[in-house]
């Protein structure tokens, strides 16, 4: 039986990041994360390209544009989006997390889902390097594994 493991060895991988300004006490801290990981794992400033967008309904259609670039190997969304009294949440949530889904499945790179989607503040908070973590560092973690999964996956159909 043959095991495909996410290891975090760096093999020059290029990532992009698409990080929204909404809520940006929020997702300054996501993507300080994100990057402080990425550095953590060898991947340095020059294999770093972000992008920054208004909002969470932005970052599938420039997600898609960086992806197209042929710049990077990975993407990574970051965002938050936090409800209000209105319904508004559901239909941002539901169309950004659907449009990065599609592009995940469907692009020519693997893109991370670091979009928070909670009740308030302080939960958003607490998931932006709080108490819960930050989901950009976490974010940063599972794009190196998926493209070490996706290098051997390549490896083993030239064989």
């Known amino acids: 039986m043959k095991n495909l493991y996410g290891t975090l060895a760096n093999h020059d991988y290029r990532i992009g990041i698409v990080v929204s300004h909404f ?3 929020v997702t300054e801290r996501l993507l300080s994360g994100c990057v402080a990981q990425l550095k953590t794992l060898g991947i340095g400033d020059e294999q770093i390209t972000v992008a920054h967008v208004p909002g969470a309904m932005e ?3 420039m997600t898609k544009e960086l992806g197209a670039s042929n710049r990077v190997d990975g993407l990574i969304a970051l965002g938050s989006v936090i409800r209000g ?3 508004h949440y559901v239909y941002v949530c539901q169309t950004t997390a659907n449009g990065l889904a599609d592009l ?3 692009g020519p ?3 991370m889902f670091g979009v928070l989607t909670t009740e308030n503040m302080d939960q958003a908070l607490a998931r932006a390097g709080g108490k819960a973590g930050n989901k950009g ?3 940063a973690i599972d794009i190196v594994q998926i493209l070490n999964v996706q290098r051997q996956i390549k490896e083993l159909a030239q064989s």
Do not use: D, G, K
């Open 23 to 25: 809520n940006e006490i």
């Open 59 to 61: 970052l599938a259609r």
């Open 85 to 87: 009294e209105t319904s």
């Open 104 to 106: 995940s499945l469907n």
């Open 109 to 111: 790179q693997p893109v």
């Open 137 to 139: 560092a976490e974010c």
